[in-house]
DNA sequence: CTGAAAGCGCTTACAG
DNA sequence: CTGAAAGCGCTTACAG
């Protein structure tokens, strides 16, 4: 790095750009005043502090010289849904807040999508550590903050390739839940449309959806699975193309809330009304699930605390002390509203 | 503070609780040495950089030793709408990636209820910035961050009491654009549920559309005016109180999308369609406003831009440059959808 | 309250 | 490649 002079337009230097000992001759004192008034030391004349602390500002000095990294935890996400995204930052405030530290935020989207090495950028902040809620994290990504001795947590991650401690639900549990509810209220026809089964998650909500209609003894319909991705948009085209098929479900499952409400507009534009010729399920519970007209029924993925999980286990490791478990799975709920009932067939 | 000793249960002390000294004793080197490999300098053998490195890892020295504050923008929300809180991050982290640094995030919700000084916590960590997305921001609070050189600057603040720089847009154009595209579709009796009209954006915006009413001749029935907050529930509940009067309007003009979609809810409770009978226009454009059914009108706010505008605006601050102007109002936008049509009466 | 002197921890420049 | 010596910037302990 070249060494740069002050430059010309900054009234206010970066602290350090001056040594203290001139900012003592500019006051008239001596280098040892100025120490004790950046400190806020007693034992200094009230003039003569305000006149070294109206150089001290003037150049960019702060209080409480701090001469370790930043006591921060920061979270990294992908293009997370913003209102998931949300709540796990506020369950990682809270945790890392009681522990007097900072939460730091940043979104990989561009770096990852540009194929740039998203992990430099956080190394060079040195936070106690970080929290990645997105799945492209690589065993490389993981060797590198390990080398640095800061301890990496994932929220849900997409494969478990390398060992990192992680935290996610339940989603074998919530599906296999959401999908025992259809079952009970007579559904026999009940199509899935899930997101990437690459991804852990959603490998696990297809899986508990086909052990529960392997439990009721219901015969496997593969013509009624629909792979896409996580988007309102995949969510209306895949449905639309399964309430278009001759023998339609009367019942869907849905990968996220975003997909089910993508269900909801295939289901307005095939003229079916929500619950009587269509039950829907949804996964996540976000905020507007309640909103929706019916209300959705689905399964509630409790983000606030995987978020303090995660701040937790991270402290925990960044504190060097050995954690009760290295994976955590959360509890899913299933939240029973109005997008669901006994078929009418 | 009282001085600790390194806690028993520390595998990793945090950085400089060995001084570097004892280091090189123990990795058998001269001081100098190690000093070499914490900073990557040349001229180390092989085989002592690699043991000094594994003592210094194991005493939790890190390379690159900052000594400054971290560059860091810190954004201070209270409660904000997450998904409109994500797009402002976003736009805050695109302007600080750009001049390295980092964002910071804090929701200070339960620190404000409990009337607790938020400012403090920030101060400790001493940011470049400090961007504040909520309203309760006092002149004291100012003071407190122009004492310490630390710019504040205010996202849509609530009031003008004191002279920060702030960023919000135009909501004064916004709802009187969203009012005369109700005018011009016909309509006359025309309903408007506001936010708290204390808040500086929620009074433009009632105002801009009294301005439209008073434009175009229609005069103004106080009876069809409703204040509330920015929630999902007063736009019902207040959408409500609206459709049941005995002559209630043919279209609601509403605070933000979260009153819109309350207002879709009690339309549905009095069984009138959007927009055959009632016509609804938002504010914000949430990502969800295009996903409901109807698809909402609505004036979009240009929050990414609001970010980037504020912490643009902060980061000049900082470096002690004058900003071309302290406040910026960006333009918003009206979003023509589905849920507004010419009145059926 | 103030500062000359000593000290601390790290780095730099240079000799081997 | 390595380290004794000098140096730098700040702080501490103490004398006035």
């Given at each position: 790095?070249?060494?740069?002079?002050?430059?010309?337009?900054?009234?206010?230097p970066?602290?350090?750009?001056?040594?203290?000992?001139?900012?003592?001759?500019?006051?008239?004192?001596?280098?040892?005043?100025?120490?004790?008034?950046?400190?806020?030391?007693?034992?200094?004349?009230?003039?003569?502090?305000?006149?070294?602390?109206?150089?001290?500002?003037?150049?960019?000095?702060?209080?409480?010289?701090?001469?370790?990294?930043?006591?921060?935890?920061?979270?990294?996400?992908?293009?997370?849904?913003?209102?998931?995204?949300?709540?796990?930052?506020?369950?990682?405030?809270?945790?890392?807040?009681?522990?007097?530290?900072?939460?730091?935020?940043?979104?990989?989207?561009?770096?990852?999508?540009?194929?740039l090495?998203?992990?430099?950028?956080?190394?060079?902040?040195?936070?106690?550590?970080?929290?990645?809620?997105?799945?492209?994290?690589?065993?490389?990504?993981?060797?590198?903050?390990?080398?640095?001795?800061?301890?990496?947590?994932?929220?849900?991650?997409?494969?478990?390739?390398?060992?990192?401690?992680?935290?996610?639900?339940?989603?074998?549990?919530?599906?296999?839940?959401?999908?025992?509810?259809?079952?009970?209220?007579?559904?026999?026809?009940?199509?899935?449309?899930?997101?990437?089964?690459?991804?852990?998650?959603?490998?696990?909500?297809?899986?508990?959806?086909?052990?529960?209609?392997?439990?009721?003894?219901?015969?496997?319909?593969?013509?009624?699975?629909?792979?896409?991705?996580?988007?309102?948009?995949?969510?209306?085209?895949?449905?639309?193309?399964?309430?278009?098929?001759?023998?339609?479900?009367?019942?869907?499952?849905?990968?996220?809330?975003?997909?089910?409400?993508?269900?909801?507009?295939?289901?307005?534009?095939?003229?079916?009304?929500?619950?009587?010729d269509?039950?829907?399920?949804?996964?996540?519970?976000?905020?507007?699930?309640?909103w929706?007209?019916?209300p959705?029924?689905?399964?509630?993925?409790?983000?606030?605390?995987?978020?303090?999980?995660?701040?937790?286990?991270?402290?925990?490791?960044?504190?060097?002390?050995?954690?009760?478990?290295?994976?955590?799975?959360?509890g899913?709920?299933?939240?029973?509203?109005?997008?669901?009932a006994?078929?009418?067939?």
């Amino acid at each position: 790095m070249i060494e740069e002079g002050p430059r010309p337009h900054l009234r206010k230097p970066r602290r350090g750009d001056l040594p203290l000992a001139t900012i003592a001759e500019l006051a008239g004192v001596s280098p040892p005043t100025v120490s004790k008034v950046l400190n806020g030391r007693r034992g200094v004349g009230e003039q003569t502090r305000q006149r070294v602390e109206a150089l001290l500002r003037d150049h960019g000095y702060r209080r409480r010289q701090t001469t370790g990294a930043a006591l921060c935890v920061e979270v990294v996400f992908h293009r997370m849904l913003s209102s998931i995204a949300m709540q796990i930052l506020r369950g990682v405030q809270e945790v890392a807040a009681a522990h007097d530290h900072t939460v730091g935020f940043t979104d990989v989207h561009r770096l990852v999508s540009a194929g740039l090495p998203w992990a430099e950028q956080l190394l060079v902040r040195q936070p106690t550590a970080v929290i990645t809620a997105f799945a492209l994290v690589t065993a490389e990504d993981g060797e590198r903050f390990e080398a640095d001795g800061i301890p990496l947590v994932a929220i849900d991650p997409t494969g478990d390739l390398f060992p990192t401690p992680a935290v996610g639900s339940n989603n074998w549990s919530g599906a296999l839940a959401a999908t025992r509810h259809l079952l009970e209220l007579g559904h026999r026809r009940i199509g899935v449309i899930t997101g990437p089964v690459r991804d852990l998650s959603a490998r696990a909500r297809l899986d508990g959806f086909h052990a529960a209609l392997d439990y009721a003894g219901v015969p496997l319909d593969q013509s009624l699975e629909q792979r896409g991705v996580f988007t309102f948009e995949d969510g209306r085209d895949l449905g639309a193309q399964l309430l278009a098929r001759p023998d339609p479900p009367t019942a869907v499952v849905c990968g996220d809330d975003l997909q089910a409400m993508g269900v909801y507009a295939a289901a307005r534009d095939a003229g079916l009304r929500i619950p009587e010729d269509l039950s829907v399920v949804g996964f996540d519970d976000v905020e507007q699930a309640a909103w929706l007209a019916p209300p959705l029924t689905t399964v509630r993925q409790p983000f606030a605390e995987i978020g303090a999980t995660a701040a937790r286990l991270a402290l925990t490791l960044a504190d060097g002390r050995a954690p009760a478990q290295e994976r955590y799975e959360l509890g899913t709920t299933l939240v029973v509203r109005a997008s669901t009932a006994p078929p009418s067939r």
